[in-house]
């Protein structure tokens, strides 16, 4: 990563780190295809100048390159657990874990004041999610044999020391057991905010917060067209990837009716800030478009000198005219635009790169499937213009009701004249020939979704047959060696 803007700050580093502390005020550019540093706001001094709306929009457009400097980043967040009792890990925990990850493997900490609350090496970084799920945003790559590397390194690392404390890591989408109030809170100001402002917006943020795990992969595009085009087929097909990676069927110990309840939970935390962006599939959808969507979606936050500052309820369009309540006269700046951009919660997402937000967390296979799925099907120049053909016809009462069912039935769901598992392998299919027409043998990473779509039964569908039928319906089994990192 380069960096951009302020320079980082170094403070002598606590514990078991030995080498100087970035704290939270680093900075990272966020080019096309490279993870945002998500723990971690971008600092921004308050605006020398007035910022426009096109440069807002420049901002976005700035993420096109060509497709021969095309990466992807793939992310993917756990539940820690304590092996003697099966609770949820607490901070001490996941502070042994981040300082072994600098004392003994290279990396160096992002501090929050006096907690280690993240580490970076090489472009990667571990985070912590509000309720101590722990998450590797991996270096921007260009095969998927790299990310899977990187991603055996990671749980290598992980469960090293994860033996050493008594605690390990389960590989399922959704806590299947602890409440909310059960789960450790992380010292993290920014989730604090969130955390006090959920509620007053939908009935499940703090499900999400606190109790969900997701695999995400970010996906490069060349022009605003190819943008729009990579957008569109990736809102339409979100779905078959939910049914694919559907791995969450249990909460507060018992079965929810859904095989995907963290897709499930999306639907009521804050619906001007989620959802399924009908406009994407408006003529005049580009760059443009996406930024008067972000303009008018509330905020958390502003941050200025190290501290996260409760802007709740404002818009950053108000932002921009000096009219936030809580800050009258401030005016923004390109990187309150960029931390602004990180709050919102789409079924994809838009940056400078395109986030796929649609799969639930899950086994480590499971996360390397996730981007040779997409890579497969947006990296490759037929499979992308094959798919486009496929969903041009899909109206938006199909986009809205799959987005209601899919977390439900999964790969069952009915769809025009068969179900979507039809769907799914026509899916794994183009992205299957644009694997292969990369031609670096990548192909077998998509096996684990191959099985799923043949078979029509998810992970979710599994979990639930044990839970009936082994299990005498009880979901402790789950915290076993056969079921975790």
Known sequence: MHHSGALPHTAPCQGLCKRPTLLIKRTYSSRCGQQPRRPSAVAAEPAVQQLKKSDLVQYMRSGCRPKDQWRFGTEHEKLGYNLSDHRRIDYNSIKALLEGLCSRFGWDPIMEGDYIIGAVLDGQSVTIEPGGQFELSGAPVDTLHKTCSEVNSHLYQIKTMAKELDIAFLTVGFDPKWAVADVPIMPKNRYRIMREYMPKVGTLGHDMMFRSTTIQVNIDFESEQDMVEKARIGLALQPVATALFANSPFRDGKPTGYLSWRSHVWTDVDNNRCGTLPFVFDDDFGFDRYVEYALDVPMYFVYREGQYLDATGGSFRAFMEGKLDQFPGEKPTLKDWENHLSTIFPEIRLKKFIEMRGADGGPWKIICALSALWVGLLYDLDSQAAALEFIKDWTREDHDYLRAEVPKTALKTPFRQGTLQDVAKKMLQLSRDGLARRGKHEE??????????????????????????????????????EFTY
Request: charged share 30%; hydrophobic share 30%; proline share 8%.
């Open 444 to 481: 077998p990473f998509l096996e684990p979704l191959q099985e799923i779509a043949d078979s029509g039964k998810t992970n979710a569908e599994r979990w639930l047959d044990k839970y009936y039928n082994e299990w005498n319906e009880s979901v402790d089994p789950v915290y076993t060696e």
